[in-house]
């Protein structure tokens, strides 16, 4: 069964062009030209990544992503001609995976849809069945058979970027791991911007794993190093 993919954009060339290299990848494509429209189409389809621009009428890329989000874990790539960190970072914490600025390149794209594709897949379902094989450590448990977090025995709504910084510091608990270092191993690639990157990330972790995710118990900064996950 081919992957599908869902192109977002309301100029109806890029969402042209866009879907030839994925068809040409051999993904299935879906397309949508505004943020409503996208949202229809995830209600009624099986979408495996969105790839999204920003500026775009009746709803822009980020609301949509965020409502989305409350229901789907799928990658999400925001695509837009925002260069600035601050504006990826906007998109990083409003639920997005990763953040391409036009004008792209065709094969960094692809690499970046092939390698978050890789990633959901093996991951697998948030709610799959849980097994025997788990890390405990106070209020968390990770299974690692099945990539799943629980928080009080709740299964934590990770999107698959964050499940698998989770198991990285999960399976490492106690050891403090830099921003660059958790970039290459989750990213696949050298770090560039690391440090804004992985810290959207991070606070997204403990806005839905610590009880007061201002004063966290578990996901430590180690200032001037790194993050760890604390040993209870």
Same mark, same amino acid.
């Given at each position: ?32 030209? @505004? &943020?409503?429209? /996208?949202?229809?189409?995830?209600? $009624? =389809?099986?979408?495996?990544? %969105? *790839? ?7 709803? @822009? &890329?980020?609301? /949509?992503?965020?409502?989305?989000? $409350? =229901?789907?874990?799928?990658? %999400? *790539? ?155």
């Amino acid at each position: 069964m081919m992957e599908c993919v869902l192109v977002v954009d309301d100029d109806k060339e890029i969402v042209k062009a866009i879907a030839l290299l994925l068809e040409k990848e051999g993904y299935d494509v879906l397309k949508a030209y @505004d &943020g409503m429209e /996208a949202l229809e189409i995830v209600a $009624e =389809k099986s979408v495996q990544l %969105i *790839i999204i621009d920003v500026m775009m009428p009746k709803l @822009d &890329g980020l609301s /949509a992503v965020m409502k989305i989000r $409350e =229901k789907k874990n799928i990658p %999400i *790539i925001v695509l837009s001609a925002k260069s600035e960190d601050t504006d990826k970072v906007l998109g990083l914490s409003m639920g997005a995976d990763d953040y391409v600025t036009k004008p792209y390149y065709a094969a960094e794209l692809m690499a970046r849809v092939k390698s978050h594709l890789r990633r959901y897949t093996s991951l697998g379902d948030i709610n799959a069945f849980i097994s025997t094989s788990n890390i405990m450590n106070g209020r968390l448990r990770f299974n690692k058979e099945e990539h799943i977090l629980y928080v009080d025995e709740e299964p934590a709504k990770l999107t698959a970027t964050e499940t698998r910084i989770v198991e990285l510091l999960m399976c490492n608990i106690g050891r403090v791991f830099p921003a660059e270092e958790i970039y290459r191993r989750i990213w696949n690639e050298e770090a560039y911007a690391a440090e804004n990157t992985v810290m959207v990330h991070i606070r997204r972790i403990r806005e839905k794993i610590e009880l007061n995710p201002k004063e966290p118990e578990y996901l430590k900064v180690v200032w001037g190093i790194g993050y760890k996950i604390e040993k209870k």
